[in-house]
């Protein structure tokens, strides 16, 4: 869940803002779906990363870069 929110809030998965506004948004923002790897495959993507490493699964790199201030 914290994933997709940082996501959202960075300005990475602006789309995927009116899902939780949904009744169910919280239940959304708890699942590991398509939607959410693509975004992580864009973020890795727009950091350099390439082949394995643009996996859309998030790694520890992933995660620092993204809470070291990755806003788009």
Same mark, same amino acid.
């Given at each position: 869940?914290?994933? =997709? $929110?940082? $996501? ?5 998965? @602006?789309?995927? =803002?009116?899902? $939780? ?14 939607? $959410? ?5 864009? *973020? ?10 643009? +996996?859309? *699964? @998030? ?10 201030? +990755?806003? =788009?």
């Amino acid at each position: 869940m914290l994933l =997709r $929110l940082k $996501l959202i809030t960075t300005g990475w998965a @602006p789309e995927q =803002r009116e899902a $939780l506004e949904q009744e169910d948004g919280w239940e959304v923002a708890r699942e590991w779906d398509d939607e $959410l790897r693509a975004v992580c495959t864009r *973020f890795q993507l727009a950091h350099g990363r390439r082949g394995e490493r643009a +996996s859309g *699964f @998030p790694d520890a790199e992933m995660w620092h870069t993204l809470w070291a201030g +990755s806003a =788009r």
